[in-house]
C-alpha cells in the first residue's frame, strides 16, 4: 500500500514540476492524435455529408461498412499499415515505418468512420421539413446543403470530439507502426505501457493521470456540445 501511495507522490511530483520527459510526451501525443483528427475530419465530413444527402446505388452498403468500421480492432490496422509501410511492402519506399507520420496515419485510418458515420447519422436526422422549406423558398442545392449543415452542426462536433478521444486513447495501432521510440514516437499510451512492464510506475501513472485528465475534458465537451445540440430542437 505503501509503495502504491509513494508512486501517486512521485506521479504528482512530475506534473506539477512539469518533468521535461513527460511534457515532451504530452506534445507528441496531442500533435499525433491532432494531426490524424484533422485528416480524419478533412475527408469524414465531406464523405459523410455525400452519403447523408445524397441517394445512390450502394449507399446502404456504405453506411454499413461504416459502422462496422467504427469497432475495427486497433492491432488490425497496425498490422496492415506495417505491412504496407514496411521495406518489402508497397510503400515502403517512403520510409514512414516508425515515425510520428506512420501514427498520425493509423490514428486517423481508425477516426474516419466514427467522423464519417456519426457525420452521415446527425445529417439525416435533421427534420426534412427544413429541406423542404428551403427548396421551397427558392433556395439553390448549395445553400440547402448549407442549411442542412448548419441544423446537424451539434452532431457532427460531437462525431469529431468523439473520434479525437478514441485516438488519444490508442495504443494497439500506433505501437505496432511506431515503435515506441523515445523522444521520436513515444506518446503517452505506449509509454504507459512501456514504464509499466519495466515497473517504472511513477511516469507511467503521471501520464495516466493527465490522459485521464484530457479523457474527462473530452467528455465534458461532448457532454456539453450534446445538450446544446437537444435545446436547439
Do not use: W
Not at 491532432?34 to 469524414?44: K, V
Not at 497496425?78 to 517512403?94: A, C, E, Q, T, V
Not at 466514427?114 to 442545392?141: E, F, M, N, R, Y
Amino acid at each position: 500500500m505503501d509503495s502504491i501511495i509513494s508512486g501517486f507522490v512521485k506521479a504528482f511530483s512530475l506534473i506539477f514540476h512539469l518533468d521535461k520527459e513527460l511534457l515532451g510526451i504530452i506534445f507528441l501525443s496531442l500533435k499525433v492524435s491532432g494531426l490524424a483528427l484533422i485528416i480524419a475530419a478533412a475527408i469524414g465530413l465531406p464523405f459523410g455529408a455525400i452519403i447523408g444527402l445524397r441517394r445512390f446505388y450502394g449507399r446502404d452498403l456504405i453506411i454499413s461498412v461504416l459502422n462496422t468500421f467504427m469497432g475495427l480492432p486497433p492491432v488490425v490496422v497496425g498490422l496492415s499499415l506495417y505491412l504496407i509501410l514496411s521495406r518489402s511492402g508497397p510503400l515502403g519506399f517512403m520510409g514512414l515505418l516508425y515515425t510520428p507520420s506512420a501514427m498520425a496515419t493509423a490514428q486517423s485510418i481508425l477516426a474516419f468512420p466514427i467522423v464519417a458515420s456519426l457525420c452521415h447519422s446527425a445529417i439525416v436526422s435533421v427534420d426534412p421539413i427544413i429541406k423542404q422549406a428551403s427548396v421551397t423558398l427558392g433556395a439553390t442545392p448549395l445553400q440547402v446543403t448549407i442549411t442542412i449543415m448548419k441544423e446537424a452542426r451539434y452532431g457532427i462536433m460531437s462525431g469529431v470530439i468523439a473520434a479525437f478521444g478514441r485516438v488519444m486513447a490508442e495504443v494497439g495501432a500506433i505501437l505496432i507502426v511506431g515503435g515506441n521510440i523515445a523522444g521520436y514516437t513515444r506518446v503517452m499510451t505506449t509509454t504507459i505501457a512501456l514504464e509499466t512492464d519495466k515497473g517504472n510506475f511513477e511516469l507511467a501513472l503521471a501520464l495516466g493521470i493527465v490522459l485521464l485528465a484530457i479523457s474527462l475534458m473530452i467528455n465534458m465537451v461532448l457532454h456539453y456540445v450534446q445538450k446544446l445540440g437537444v435545446r436547439t430542437k
